[in-house]
């Protein structure tokens, strides 16, 4: 019965039309549905994608199906039963829309057969899309530029594709009276004086006597005074004349000649010289193709090695990038694919017109192109390209095929000429050496494009696999082929295995029921030629013809699927031509209502140019062009060979001329002239011979690495300089850094500073120690944390890291921290320094946040408390409310209770701890702390920064955070410090940045913990609030001067109020909106009076104690304590967990629903004091 259902659904779907526009040209209100009645009339169905039902009065929303029982008719599918809902009248279209065109079926119902022997339903008609068919919802359709839409035969679409309109006339120039000469539309003509005709710039004007000026209509000249003057007496300047536009020979110069023409003519010949008179035609690609091709000639025009055109012709692309005839020379290939117009003029397909700055004359229609005979015996390079017979295939200096124009030929190591067989090349002096002497060099040319073969494995628009093979990625993301059908991509990026087996990478072997099999090798992928009308984003890349450049999130290229799109502010979606971007609820305002927004592809990597400018050995500017600084100190490309750089670093003048950045003007003797903008240099590959500074960066040969003020890498341009302790300068070696004066001193005398300059990024090496799904370390090193929790490498394998976050030991040692050495059999040996690790490119199966941030496969993405990504470690997981927990799929959050609720009951919402070891003997730091130094750590979820000014450790709020360089901020992560606005900032986001405190020592047994007194009998924690529960008791909330919200179970901090619609807490700055979770208030406990008296250590029996702040907890061998005050003691005797959680059976902590008072200090201290101990 269900099965029967979704094809119901799914035939159903076929005659329902999901826009704002009915197949009957009725409309129904934007994201309704069009219903079909049993008459054939339609109405409107209020939900998005409905399911209408068959009693032709109601319908169903979205994902559910219409169950038709007397007295119980719902809307139902597998979770839910709804009412159903009751059709709405529609209402007749002012404009009519275009209809979507629907997806073919492979399977014969009885439907429209298209040529591709795919199927439409029946009274639909088949419309030819870029790479197959579709199908118009309507008998006689053409389908729009878009690929999206279609509109009946007879309409024609509009430019955004969204409406069909009645085509309109084409504009009609002026002809002057001689029928040689013509004026553009709203224009008249005027004799001049040499008898030669010009355009007066006003319909019906009054041409002057001195044959020079004219005047509008309904004036007269003064000649005398160089003035028009209106029958009104009005005064105005003389119109001076433009020159009239000489007919060309083609044209019309006289009617009755055209008409006795057209007649003599034979009708093959007026259909390739006739323009039309239509604005469109659609369909002219499908009867071009039905159209019976001649054998070329000798004298016609070759478009490609297999078509060409006739002489005077001129070569252009369909839709479907096949070629097809202008019957004009040096013509211009409208974008419509269809038209084309004369040289000089533009298209214009709004009006069917070309429009040039005399007149507007129709458009032209394309012919089919003439087949060539095939040329024979091409030597094949490979399955992409080709060289003629006689020649050889060599590979360029980019690697892409060549060929040298004799047979059997040397292919010379510069990759740029060849030499005779029998010969070898000298480079050094541009010869070819042989036994009869020297003879010249040849220059490669281009290897021929060989037509893609039909059954290839298309993995992109860029690269194909052969038919048989699969596409995968290889190491550096690019692809590449296994030579099996349907095959296994190994995760290794290199191999692939049979279809039905799994990888074993450990043993090389493809693993399956019947035994091992051995792995396979990829093979190269397939270049695909690029199409020719591409839109060019910058050198470096290209988007697809018909669709529009813009810049995604990360400021790289991306492509919208719309020709002149427009580009949204977030980077990621984009809108028709005409509309608006409605970030806020993902739609495309227009004067027709709403549209969805679209989402940006990937763009074209294009081959680079050779003979580009050499900025450094990292930056290129192309071929006539000038290498400039921008305002970073990155290079930037001024579009003039030769140029002046202005010092504004924005701006460049051509040679000869000087900047004037005062008047935006390049100034020369001729005089000003405008200033031209800068743009980006293009990045090239990195050289062989580098100076390698760590494994991720190197600097250039003949340089020196050194740190910047950052930590990061940088270089001096010398070889073995001295880095400068004010990590910006660096000095020759031999000298010595004087930063005060900014030289570098020597025997010789002072000299001057050199500023460092960026390093280059390497490649990431493979056999890599993975850390985590995000960082490695090299081969032979050791993956440990730092004091700020983030991964470190020890350089040596299977090394002990030291618990001071900062050193390691070799293995079989161990770290004697207090002496910085580390302790063996054979005696000390010193420490050694962690490296930073190494950052990895995130895995192919992550699932993606944004196009900065990712989870790992078989988690959720989700947001927390600061807006920035996080991960839950579950799949399809619900992000609860407060910003901070998440819940299996298909149950759903008990903030309050903290639970997930499931129809199976109440599951726990925390994630759990890693327990800590109990010992007799050692004492560690509980695992809640960010260790900073030896001494010194702050609270969970915190950041270790170094301030300064008061040059000691502080605490910032944030887990993972950024420390700003002036040592007493921070930002979350993924932000940047901006000090010029004490802000901190992530793309267009811009957030008050965080105050660090600095470390303190612990307080003193004498110190008494002030309680606050809530009512008489009762009290909360230092640093909490007092707030009334709905319990009518009183609790307390976890942050001093809190603001107690009015459901008596929440509280905010001082300064916000409660938002309990959305869960949070909020408050205005800047007319900024800052937004936290709302915060639990926790009902009281009892709590013991504070003796000062007492002793500070905590009794076990009358033979053992633990230190005050510890518990005493049972050991296999007697007593042991925990490194956490009122813990709980897990019962395998070796473990505890701190206050508020309980042990489980795999080892660790599960936090509770609630917060223990004893670590409010912990998790909620408004001054997040580091912890000393």
């Known amino acids: 019965m269900l099965k029967e259902a979704v094809v119901l659904l799914a035939v159903q779907a076929l005659v329902v039309s999901i826009g704002s526009m009915c197949p009957d040209r009725d409309v129904c209100e934007e994201r309704h549905t ?4 049993p008459t054939g009339e339609y109405s409107c169905c209020p939900h998005h994608q409905g399911e209408c039902c068959d009693d032709h009065l109601h319908c169903c929303p979205e994902h559910t199906i219409c169950q038709m029982e007397e007295g119980n008719s719902r809307c139902v599918n597998a979770t839910h039963s709804l009412p159903w809902t009751e059709r709405i009248a529609s209402r007749q279209s002012s404009l009519l829309k275009s209809l979507r065109v629907i997806s073919v079926s492979p399977v014969n119902m009885d439907a429209v057969v298209c040529p591709d022997k795919t199927f439409c339903p029946a009274e639909f008609s088949c419309v030819k899309l870029p790479i197959t068919y579709g199908c118009c919802p309507i008998a006689q359709g053409i389908v729009c530029a878009d690929g999206k839409h279609c509109c009946p035969e007879g309409l024609e679409c509009s430019s955004d594709g969204k409406s069909c309109i009645q085509p309109q006339e084409p504009v009609v120039a002026v002809i002057c009276s001689d029928g040689m000469f013509e004026c553009p539309q709203g224009a008249s003509c005027c004799q001049s004086s040499d008898g030669v005709w010009g355009c007066c710039p006003f319909p019906r004007a009054v041409c002057c006597d001195d044959k020079e000026h004219c005047c509008p209509e309904d004036s007269s000249c003064d000649i005398k005074n160089s003035k028009c003057i209106s029958s009104t007496n009005q005064h105005m300047p003389m119109w001076a004349k433009f020159p009239a536009r000489l007919r060309a020979d083609w044209e019309d110069h006289d009617r009755e000649t055209t008409t006795e023409a057209k007649l003599e003519t034979s009708t093959t010949e007026a259909v390739t010289a006739e323009p039309e008179t239509t604005s469109t035609q659609p369909n002219a690609a499908a009867k071009m193709a039905t159209q019976p091709s001649n054998i070329a000639t000798s004298k016609d025009v070759p478009c490609n090695n297999t078509v060409a055109c006739e002489d005077a012709n001129t070569c252009c692309k369909t839709a479907e990038n096949e070629w097809v005839c202008c019957p004009l020379p040096k013509a211009v290939c409208c974008e419509d694919h269809f038209h084309c117009c004369p040289e000089g003029t533009t298209c214009d397909g709004a009006h069917g017109t070309c429009q040039s700055v005399q007149s507007a004359v129709p458009m032209w229609k394309k012919l089919p192109a003439l087949a060539l005979p095939p040329k024979e015996n091409n030597v094949t390079c490979d399955p992409s390209y080709a060289c003629e017979d006689g020649t050889t295939c060599c590979k360029d200096a980019t690697g892409a095929w060549a060929c040298c124009p004799l047979a059997e030929a040397v292919c010379c190591e510069d990759h740029i000429h060849c030499c005779p067989k029998g010969t070898t090349c000298d480079v050094a002096h541009d010869t070819c050496q042989s036994t009869l002497g020297p003879v010249p060099m040849l220059t490669k040319l281009p290897a021929l494009p060989l037509p893609p073969k039909e059954n290839n494995v298309t993995c992109d628009p860029s690269y194909a696999c052969e038919d048989g093979t699969t596409c995968c990625k290889d190491a550096t993301g690019a692809w590449a082929c296994c030579p099996l059908a349907e095959a296994v991509c190994c995760e290794d990026h290199i191999h692939c295995c049979p279809k039905g087996t799994t990888c074993d990478v450990a043993h090389d072997t493809c693993q399956s029921a019947q035994g091992p099999v051995p792995m396979l090798t990829k093979l190269p992928a397939l270049s695909l030629p690029p199409k020719e009308n591409n839109v060019t984003c910058d050198s470096s890349y290209a988007c697809e013809d018909g669709t529009t450049c813009c810049k995604d999130a990360t400021g790289a290229w991306a492509c919208c699927p719309l020709a002149e799109a427009v580009c949204c502010e977030d980077h990621i979606h984009c809108c028709p031509k005409g509309t608006t971007c409605d970030v806020a609820h993902d739609t495309c305002q227009s004067a027709q209502g709403p549209v969805p927004m679209l989402t940006k592809l990937p763009a074209l990597p294009l081959p680079p140019k050779e003979n580009n400018v050499t900025c450094d050995p990292s930056y290129a500017c192309e071929d006539g062009t000038t290498c400039c600084k ?19 670093h ?4 051509p040679k000869g001329t000087t900047c004037d950045v005062a008047h935006d003007t390049c100034q020369s003797t001729q005089g000003p002239v405008p200033m031209l903008t800068k743009l980006p240099a293009l990045a090239l590959p990195p050289k062989e011979n580098n100076v390698t500074c760590d494994s991720s960066y190197a600097c250039e040969d003949g340089t020196t690495c050194c740190k910047d003020a950052t930590g990061a890498w940088a270089c001096c341009p010398l070889a073995e300089a001295v880095c400068c302790e004010d990590h910006i300068h660096c000095c020759p070696k031999g000298t010595t850094c004087d930063v005060a004066h900014d030289t ?28 985590d799904s995000s960082y490695a370390c090299e081969d032979g090193t050791t993956c440990c944390k730092d004091a700020t929790g983030a991964w470190a490498c020890c350089p040596l394998a299977e090394a002990v890291c030291c618990e001071d976050h900062i050193h390691c030991c070799p293995k079989g040692t161990t770290c004697d921290v207090a002496h910085d050495t580390c302790l063996s059999a054979q005696g000390p040996v010193p ?16 699932v993606t946040c944004d196009p900065s941030y990712a989870c790992e496969d078989g988690t959720t993405c989700c947001k927390d408390a600061t807006g920035a990504w996080a991960c839950c470690p579950l799949a399809e997981a619900v992000c609860c409310e407060d910003n901070i927990h998440c819940c299996p799929k298909g149950t759903t959050c008990d903030v309050a209770a903290q639970t997930c609720l499931s129809a199976t009951g109440p599951v726990p919402i925390f994630t759990k701890l890693t327990a800590t070891a109990v010992s007799p003997e050692v004492k560690k730091t509980p695992t809640l702390h960010a260790q900073c130094d030896t001494s010194t750590s702050c609270p969970d979820r915190n950041t270790c920064c170094f301030m300064k000014k008061e040059k000691t450790w502080g605490c910032c709020p944030l887990p993972n955070a950024l420390c700003c360089e002036d040592g007493e901020h921070c930002c979350p992560p993924g932000y940047r410090c901006d000090m010029d606005t004490t802000t901190c900032i992530k793309g267009e986001v811009i957030i008050p940045w965080y105050n660090k405190l600095p470390a303190q020592s612990p307080s003193s047994p004498s110190e008494s913990v002030a309680a606050v007194t809530c009512a008489s009998h009762s009290s909360c924690p230092s640093g909490s609030s007092c707030c009334q529960l709905s319990n009518e008791k009183l609790g307390c909330c976890p942050l001093t001067e809190a603001v107690c919200c009015s459901d008596q179970a929440h509280c905010c901090p001082l300064g916000y109020t409660c938002n309990l ?28 009076p504070i003796n000062l008296h007492e002793d500070t250590e905590v009794q076990c029996d009358d033979a053992f104690s633990c230190d005050d702040k510890e518990t005493c907890c049972r050991a296999e061998e007697g007593w042991g304590c925990c490194p956490a005050p009122k813990a709980t003691c897990c019962t395998d005797k070796k473990h505890c967990c701190p206050a508020g959680y309980s042990c489980d059976e795999a080892g660790s902590c599960s936090q509770s629903t609630r917060f223990h008072k004893d670590n409010w200090q912990v998790f909620f201290s408004k001054k997040k004091r580091a912890l000393v101990f």
Do not use: Y
């Open 831 to 846: 420490m050694l320094t962690k490296l930073p690790a190494l950052a990895l490119p995130p895995k192919e199966n992550n």
């Open 34 to 37: 069009c219903c079909q009645g």
């Open 744 to 771: 570098c001193l020597s025997a010789q005398g002072p000299v001057p500073m050199l500023t460092k300059l960026p390093a280059l990024s390497l490649p990431p090496k493979e056999n890599n120690v993975t850390c």
């Open 630 to 648: 921008d305002a970073t100190g990155a290079w930037a490309c001024c579009p003039l060979a030769e140029a002046v750089c202005c010092e504004d």
């Open 1061 to 1088: 619609k959305a869960g949070s807490c909020q408050r205005s700055i800047l007319f900024q909106v800052q937004m936290l979770p709302l915060i639990r208030v926790m009902e009281q406990e009892p709590e013991k």
């Open 650 to 653: 924005i701006h460049c003048c």
